[in-house]
């Protein structure tokens, strides 16, 4: 999870931008790090985006899903990059073709006839993934699209997507290495997503000190936030921090509270002006103490 917001006006923000992941790819979006997404035919036949599952660390059918959900709310432009023949009965677009019918012909029809039927109704095709058999012409077209940023949504989403450029320039210009968004390997082997890791000495792939998480909203933040829980358990960095604008509900606070033995701090901000100020003086109050540790 990293830079997320939760959902300004039902009707124009998606519930989905909660996701760190997608966050990351509209930030691509949005600065001309990508234009389109292509569809590349995979290995397996299927049509996959490696661009925004790279961006996004999401397996093939999960990326689909996010653009499909994303075009949905018309925040990205689909166009039909193409159209393929699919299986009437799964959808699927690998096939093997029966070069000979193995079917002797009706004792009702003369092989001249059969050749007209077969003439008509194409090629004799069998599915791989349901080994369904269907003529060519009884196949069903399945369109395949290309993505790009409705750029209607820039000015609604600009308003909602926190740049934390100006902490992060400043981090590293301590020396230290920052990494934002952020993808660690969990002890479980799965890779979690939060908005800014830091390590103060070495590699962030050898020892993390700080992960951070942001969630802005127009509105108290509820339970969902308690993610960072989840990876707070599965990763090893010495702290784990939660920023939240304008800050919790009741609830959540509590249940905060209770799983605080997994070392999750979470401070509320009352506007996104106060999240790179307060962002920087806690990493830097705690590189301190972790140099201080290091040295002793």
């Not at 934002?180 to 969990?186: E, L, R, V």
């Not at 599965?234 to 509590?254: E, H, S």
Request: hydrophobic share 40%; proline share 3%.
């Amino acid at each position: 999870m990293g830079v997320e917001i939760t959902p300004v006006e039902k009707s124009n923000v998606s519930a989905l931008l909660n996701r760190s992941d997608v966050q990351a790819l509209l930030k691509a979006f949005m600065n001309g790090s990508i234009s389109v997404l292509k569809p590349v035919i995979g290995q397996n036949g299927d049509f996959t985006y490696p661009e925004a599952e790279k961006i996004m660390g999401t397996s093939t059918r999960v990326t689909r899903e996010i653009l499909e959900a994303l075009a949905g709310e018309e925040i990205l432009v689909r166009e039909i990059a193409t159209a393929i023949l699919a299986c009437p009965y799964c959808g699927c677009n690998r096939f093997m073709v029966e070069l000979a019918d193995t079917y002797s012909p009706s004792s009702s029809r003369s092989k001249a006839i059969e050749n007209i039927v077969s003439g008509l109704l194409g090629k004799r095709l069998i599915c791989l993934s349901g080994r369904h058999t269907f003529y060519e012409n009884e196949g069903v077209s399945r369109k395949i699209y290309s993505y790009k940023f409705n750029q209607n949504k820039k000015e609604l989403l600009g308003k909602w997507l926190l740049d934390i450029t100006p902490v992060i320039e400043a981090l590293r210009s301590k020396g230290w290495k920052v990494e934002s968004p952020a993808k660690i390997k969990g002890k479980s082997g799965v890779e979690h997503t939060f908005s800014l890791a830091v390590s103060y000495k070495g590699d962030l792939k050898e020892s993390v000190d700080a992960v951070v998480d942001i969630i802005v909203s127009d509105m108290l933040v509820d339970e969902s936030a308690l993610s960072i829980v989840l990876k707070a358990m599965d990763v090893n960095a010495a702290k784990k921090l939660l920023l939240v604008v304008p800050g919790l509900t009741d609830k959540a606070r509590a249940l905060f509270d209770y799983y605080n033995t997994f070392n999750v701090h979470v401070l509320e901000c009352q506007n996104v002006s106060q999240i790179n100020s307060a962002l920087f003086e806690i990493l830097a109050s705690l590189a301190k103490i972790r140099l201080k540790t290091v040295q002793i």
